[in-house]
Nanobody
Framework: QAQLAESGGRLVLPGGSLRLSCTASGRPFDSPAIAWFRQRHGQEREFVAAIRWIGGRTLYQDSATEGRFTISRDNAKRTAWLQMDRVEPEDTAVYYC???????????????WGQGTQVTVFS
């Protein structure tokens, strides 16, 4: 069955680090690109980062995101990660992974979505 499963969300202190995981099975793994999005309470879902399974080319929302977050993948494990460093309260959100044919920032570009994992940054 086609599935994306996220894990790793938790409570974390400002300035801390955590790593989110997304494991793909079935059709989601066949799609060339996998991405992380996040959705803050009451806000639209926003792009964080994406990576291509083949070649590993990456795309980030902006340079500030690229400076704190790192997306990576392991094809053999069918897993993509989002390493989050120096987290800030504004990073509090539900984080989703998604897969699709095109590595873009728009949510509509992705065909498969996971259920999300909650990240809460608080002091």
């Amino acid at each position: 069955q086609a599935q994306l499963a996220e894990s790793g969300g938790r409570l974390v202190l400002p300035g801390g680090s955590l790593r989110l995981s997304c494991t793909a099975s079935g059709r989601p793994f066949d799609s060339p690109a996998i991405a992380w999005f996040r959705q803050r309470h009451g806000q639209e879902r926003e792009f964080v980062a994406a990576i291509r399974w083949i070649g590993g080319r990456t795309l980030y929302q902006d340079s500030a995101t690229e400076g704190r977050f790192t997306i990576s993948r392991d094809n053999a494990k069918r897993t993509a990660w989002l390493q989050m460093d120096r987290v800030e309260p504004e990073d509090t959100a539900v984080y989703y992974c998604a897969s699709g044919d095109y590595m873009r920032r728009e949510p509509d570009s992705y065909d498969y979505w996971g259920q999300g994992t909650q990240v809460t940054v608080f002091s």
